[in-house]
């Protein structure tokens, strides 16, 4: 079947460190991967996606490679800033419009 | 601004009493509507899928007759929890198909307590 596992929280970083949020996934066929973002009081919105393997999504100076060969999608930042703290969420969706989501890790950046 | 809006952000209501939780399409039509809900350190767990003038669909172990889902419009979903437990605490949040883009849009997602 379909999962996701993310790395648990909280993480809590100083501003201008470097981010990783570890991100694998389990498919049966060839999924697409996502990070949502939830910052407090608001929806989940999509930050970035990869629909394919070798893939790179970027936004907000986030980054995450598809990587087939090591089933992971993990989420980069190289400078993370106080206004990024919010809580990050993998996904896979094969076919269809289901989600498969991780756990969520909750991030917080200290100035 | 927000696509897609749910409401209550969070409720609290006493064990044995129903609450309805609202999932309204702003900018779009929805055919197809989803509802999803997380336990503590668990993840988002879709419950059913909500299909405008249809009955709704649900995943394996949810029980349809506690978490009654009416999608009677192109913009608007109810999930309604009746008869609720302290074990149905948790965070539902829903999200919309635009089939126009191709894309899914949140909701702000809504917590429920019972106590």
């Known amino acids: 079947g379909n999962s996701v596992t993310q790395m648990e929280g909280p993480v809590t970083l100083s501003e201008e460190a470097f981010l990783t949020i570890n991100c694998t996934y389990t498919a049966t066929g060839y999924p697409s991967l996502f990070w949502y973002v939830q910052y407090p009081g608001e929806g989940l919105q999509l930050l970035l996606k990869?629909?394919?393997?070798?893939d790179k999504g970027s936004n907000k100076g986030f980054e995450a490679t598809y990587r087939k060969e090591t089933t992971s999608f993990h989420l980069e930042k190289g400078s993370v800033q106080v206004s990024d703290s919010a809580v990050y969420f993998c996904?896979?969706?094969?076919?269809?419009?289901?989600?498969?989501f991780g756990t969520g890790t909750s991030l917080t950046v200290i100035p | 601004g927000a696509v897609v809006s749910q409401h209550p952000s969070w409720v609290i209501c006493k064990s044995g009493t129903s609450v309805k939780i609202e999932c309204r399409s702003l900018d779009f039509q929805a055919t197809t509507m989803f509802w999803y809900r997380q336990f503590p350190k668990q993840s988002l767990m879709l419950m059913a899928t909500s299909n405008e003038g249809s009955k709704a669909t649900y995943e394996q172990g949810v029980e349809k007759d506690k978490f009654l889902i009416n999608h009677a419009s192109l913009t608007l979903s109810t999930l309604t929890v009746t008869s609720a437990h302290p074990e149905d605490s948790s965070f539902y949040i829903c999200?919309?198909?635009?089939?126009?883009?191709?894309?899914?849009?949140f909701g702000e997602g809504s917590w429920l307590t019972v106590v």
């Open positions: 990869a629909t394919k393997a070798d």
């Open positions: 996904a896979l969706r094969e076919t269809g419009n289901q989600f498969y």
């Open positions: 999200s919309v198909w635009a089939s126009s883009g191709n894309t899914i849009y």
